[in-house]
């Protein structure tokens, strides 16, 4: 077992790191400010392959492994310390790849050639106001409707709504099937019946979150996402490539925050003595770091295991549903507490938007509170996968 990044991915990685540091650090209170990613930043991100990684060449992609994502999303999430950027990242990245693999050739050779040129939007829609995990509460419908197929309902906490209006694009939507089963489609936010609705979040203020309203609207047959009737299994598909992704951003901000922190404990004074000298701030940093490594490295292996259950192992469904949950679970836990750590080894002045600690501690409790699903449904989710599917909690 050969841990080492390949020449390949080694560069790649390099080169995402510069982009980090040359264009996303010296933009992320720009970002957070104007509420927008600038079009510049995307541009450039399409320019290194970035928007969509693993969507096939043929439409625009790069077709990246799951590994290749995971190492370009710690590198935006360290980059962009607000999340902002990172979460455009992850969309697009993780339903890129479901509709490249799921979507009718028609529907691909459309929509993802402008998503991988930053030009277009590419999201998730299956929170509702009732609840995002419940899923036998869902009352968004479809219905088939001549050539194609009408939907009815409400979407909430949705990223990007604002994004896929300004740059074109919509969401993969998951709705009830009126004719049994949920479906997925690809629905553009500029269709006629869609209204939207735009929410003021605490943080990642780059990415707009809000809701989308359908009111009988029309979706073409070639946005159906996979086999009719079978939406819920090719949504969690996405969820699983998508949480991956997640955790390797907070991964990169954890690194960043203690990467400051420490440049802070090696400076700075008190009571005669750098503050690294005392082991009260020398120990947690050590326990700190010894987090993020090992949830490092058990981010790593989940996108090795997806790799290789997507190529074909089904053996492998049960492992990787562990792997990516156990990561999702403690990635955005271990990131925050690194960002509120340093925040207090800084003292007052970490509470000021000049040390900029405060993007990042915005940013990261978005992913506690439930963006990708909550923490408590990642335990859910190990729980049925150790103990059997007869210990799930709800039905």
Not at 97 to 126: D, Q
Not at 175 to 194: D, H, M, N
Not at 198 to 227: H, W
Request: aromatic residues 10%; neutral net charge; hydrophobic residues 45%.
């Amino acid at each position: 077992m050969d841990f080492r990044l390949s020449d390949e991915e080694a560069a790649f990685q390099a080169a995402v790191r510069r982009f980090g540091d040359k264009v996303l650090r010296p933009n992320e209170r720009r970002i957070d400010s104007e509420g927008r990613i600038p079009d510049e930043v995307l541009a450039e991100m399409a320019h290194l392959g970035l928007l969509a990684m693993p969507v096939p060449a043929e439409y625009g992609g790069m077709g990246a492994s799951m590994v290749l994502t995971e190492l370009a999303a710690e590198e935006v999430g360290r980059g962009d310390f607000s999340m902002a950027t990172a979460v455009f990242f992850l969309l697009e990245a993780g339903w890129g790849y479901v509709l490249g693999r799921h979507g009718t050739e028609e529907a691909k050779r459309e929509v993802l050639p402008p998503v991988c040129a930053g030009k277009a939007f590419l999201g998730i829609a299956s929170t509702e106001p009732t609840g995002g995990s419940d899923l036998a509460a869902m009352r968004t419908v479809s219905k088939k409707d001549g050539n194609g197929y009408s939907l009815r309902g409400e979407k909430a906490f949705i990223s990007g709504v604002e994004e896929a209006k300004r740059l074109g694009g919509g969401h993969l939507t998951l709705a009830k099937a009126a004719e049994g089963g949920f479906r997925f489609l690809y629905v553009p936010t500029r269709s006629e019946g869609i209204a939207t609705q735009k929410f003021e979040n605490a943080g990642r203020m780059g990415i707009s979150t809000g809701g989308l309203t359908y009111q009988d609207a029309r979706v073409p047959a070639r946005f159906l996402i996979g086999a009719d009737g079978k939406g819920f299994e090719i949504a969690m598909e996405g969820f699983t490539v998508a949480r991956t992704f997640v955790s390797a951003a907070c991964i990169g901000a954890a690194e960043r925050a203690l990467e400051a922190g420490m440049a802070y404990v090696r400076d700075r004074s008190a009571f005669g003595q750098k503050l690294g000298k005392f082991e009260g701030i020398q120990f947690e940093l050590v326990d700190l770091w010894t987090q993020v490594e090992a949830v490092k490295w058990q981010c790593r292996r989940a996108a090795w295991l997806t790799d290789a259950y997507l190529a074909g192992d089904a053996s492998l469904r049960s492992e990787v549903n562990r792997a990516v949950a156990a990561v999702k679970l403690t990635a955005p836990q271990v990131a925050f507490e690194c960002v509120k750590r340093v925040m207090m080894w800084h003292g007052a002045s970490g509470y000021t938007k000049e040390v900029g600690l405060e993007l990042g501690f915005r940013g990261v409790m978005s992913y506690l509170v439930g963006a990708e699903g909550g923490l408590n449904i990642m335990r859910i989710i190990l729980g049925r996968e150790l103990l059997g599917k007869e210990f799930v909690p709800y039905k």
